[in-house]
């Protein structure tokens, strides 16, 4: 009883909280410097504006900087900090992806897929993961939607930051989350905002995965946009809801 009067607490706040407090953002994502643009006036020189995939860099590595100054992810005490934790955990999960395609042939599999980010990850990983979203739930649509782009953005050459999983890899994941028992499994232990969020952006990443002929298991992807769709318009407390809606309708027209 307990814990469903606390889940019902969280989706009223996440409710009440539709528009995320700027301030908030701006803690998470940093601002620019005042100094240095308090050095651009006094040399007379307009700053030089970052390019878009630089400027989703820097939001991200303000983001892990802030997360090292949490109370919880300091109290998990992680070797060198959230960032390093991160890199650690893409590259496990890279390297060993879950099963797509024959999960139910055994018991053996399919235990071992609803298991999969907990046996590949690591506990204290998966912690982290769960805390965050649980800790930072209100301003969870904003991160989420950075670390899509920095993910899915052609970088020009100008990447500096580790962690950035291969379309390969996204896709299997995708494939997993939609297509899987296991995957499934997984976003019902998470909250309704956060269920719909990943399953839209994995819907993304299966379009991509058709566009670039990459879609090795075959999955069809117009069952998906249909409940994605249904349950983005259904979801209450979405900042950019309409924005969903529009781009999953295209995708549904574009698969007709």
């Known amino acids: 009883m307990a814990q469903e009067v606390t889940e019902l607490k969280q989706e009223l706040t996440e409710v009440k909280g539709q528009q995320v407090p700027e301030e908030k953002l701006a803690t998470i994502f940093g601002e620019s410097s005042k100094e240095e643009s308090q050095v651009a006036i006094e040399k007379e020189t307009l700053p030089k504006k970052l390019s878009d995939f630089a400027e989703t860099e820097r939001q991200i590595a303000a983001f892990f900087t802030y997360l090292d100054k949490r109370p919880y992810v300091q109290s998990l005490d992680l070797p060198g900090g959230s960032y390093l934790q991160y890199q650690i955990g893409i590259e496990k999960l890279s390297a060993t992806p879950p099963i797509i395609v024959g999960e139910m042939d055994s018991l053996?599999?399919?235990?071992?897929?609803v298991a999969h980010f907990y046996r590949v990850m690591g506990k204290k990983r998966v912690l982290l993961a769960r805390q965050v979203m649980q800790n930072e739930s209100e301003v969870m649509e904003s991160v989420m939607k950075t670390y899509y782009q920095w993910f899915t953005r052609d970088d020009k050459g100008e990447s500096t930051l580790k962690g950035r999983p291969s379309m390969t890899a996204m896709y299997e994941y995708a494939g997993y989350?939609?297509?899987?028992?296991g995957g499934r499994s997984?976003?019902?232990?998470?909250?309704?905002?956060?269920?719909?969020?990943?399953?839209?952006?994995?819907?993304?990443?299966?379009?991509?995965a058709n566009d670039e002929e990459l879609n090795s298991r075959g999955i069809d992807i117009r069952p998906y946009i249909k409940s994605s769709l249904l349950e983005i318009k259904n979801q209450i407390g979405l900042i950019n809801q309409k924005e969903y809606i529009t781009r999953l309708s295209e995708l549904s027209l574009k698969y007709t």
């Open 108 to 113: 053996y599999n399919m235990v071992r897929n």
């Open 186 to 208: 997984y976003l019902l232990r998470r909250s309704p905002k956060v269920r719909a969020l990943t399953t839209y952006y994995c819907v993304l990443i299966l379009d991509r």
């Open 177 to 181: 989350i939609l297509n899987t028992l």
